[in-house]
Each structure stands twice: as C-alpha cells, then as structure tokens.
C-alpha cells in the first residue's frame, strides 16, 4: 500500500489543470474522447480508488432502490451500485465514455441499467425521482459558482428520505476539488443534513448526505 502514496498525491497534484475545463462542456468532451481509451486502466492502477469507491456506493445504496450515477463514465460505479439496487441510470456529458459503458452493458447481459448521454440535470427526463444519488470525481469538473446549484438540483431530484453518495479527492491535496468546509457548505445550503465527511487512503475523501 505504501507503493501507492506517492503517486497518489503526484497524480491528484496534477489534475489542477483541469481548472480551465470546469463548466466548459466542449473543453471537457474533448478530454474525455482522447482519455476514454485507457481510462478504466489508468484508474485501476491505484487499488485504493476502487476499494473506496465501492465503499461509498455499499453506504449509500439499498437494496430496491433507483439510483442515479452522475458521470457515469466508463460504469465502473455504475455496475457496483447495480449489483445492490433495482436499477441505475447513468449520465455522462462524454459519448465516448458512455459508449465504453454500452459495450460492457452489452457483454455483461446488465438489465438494470440505462445511460443517457448529455449533461446533468438538464438532459434527464422530468418529474424523475430517485432513492439515491451517487457521483465520483465529476462534481470537479463544474464551477465552483457552479456547485451549489449542482447539489441543489442533486436534492431536488432525491425523494424524501434518500441518501446521496460522492467519492472523489481532498480539496486540500488539489485545489480543483472542494475542501471538506467547502463541501459541507454547499451541502448545507442545498438543504442537506446527516453530512458526513470522510478522508481515506490518503487523498480520497468519501461524502454521505441526506434529504429528509
């Protein structure tokens, strides 16, 4: 484990880059068409990103529920959180992600998934409700003016009592990402409570909130 710290850190350094993609949804499609080919070996280079990712969907997700994957990507969250739930719905603002996500959806004979390709919130259907919500490393790639009315939109699309789930870095290592009094803020003023703030393996931080 000790193996992984430093590039951990190295890695998470240099996303602070992607500051000139936040809310630039062409600037952000281009990234992602050129990343989409090995980004599932990239990511799985560090077994920690997995292991804690799967540790936020297992304390967010129930059994029955709906859920929403926000970025979806290339489904690994996605196929996590439907081995627990009813069904999921992926979105990701990337075709060429979501395409990779199609194929293993293809492969895998997965029948409790759909994925919508287009941008959060706008192209979900309307009047769609969900038990859960679940998002990793995608709430980085907005604004921070932008955020607040992400998670506020996030709590509006949660039914009452429903639980939402974030995976991604500590704001303090990189500064693309919140800081954890940056997260509980916007949380806070979307109307959110039980928040819960966690930092793991190093660089990770896992979120839980609730809608009541």
């Given at each position: 484990?000790?193996?992984?710290?430093?590039?951990?850190?190295?890695?998470?350094k240099s996303t602070d880059f992607t500051h000139s993609y936040q809310g630039k949804d062409k600037k952000l499609v281009s990234f992602y068409k050129a990343w989409s080919y090995c980004y599932d070996f990239s990511v799985n280079?560090?077994?920690a990103f997995g292991r804690e990712m799967k540790t936020m969907i297992g304390l967010t997700v129930k059994p029955g529920d709906t859920t929403l994957d926000i970025g979806c990507g290339t489904g690994i969250s996605t196929f996590y959180a439907s081995r627990i739930v009813a069904k999921v719905i992926g979105i990701d603002l990337s075709a060429d992600m979501v395409r990779k996500l199609e194929q293993k959806i293809s492969r895998r004979k997965s029948v409790n998934i759909e994925v919508i390709t287009g941008r959060f919130p706008e192209a979900l259907p309307h009047n769609i409700r969900f038990n859960s919500i679940i998002s990793s490393f995608a709430i980085v790639h907005f604004t921070p003016e932008q955020r607040k009315n992400i998670y506020k939109?996030?709590?509006?699309l949660l039914l009452s009592g429903g639980r939402l789930g974030l995976f991604s870095a500590q704001g303090e290592i990189a500064s693309s990402f919140e800081t954890k009094n940056e997260i509980v803020n916007n949380l806070e003023s979307a109307g959110f409570n039980k928040i819960e703030v966690d930092s793991v393996s190093d660089i990770y931080r896992i979120i839980k909130a609730e809608k009541q």
């Open positions: 484990m000790n193996f992984f710290k430093p590039l951990r850190k190295l890695y998470i280079l560090d077994p939109q996030i709590y509006n």
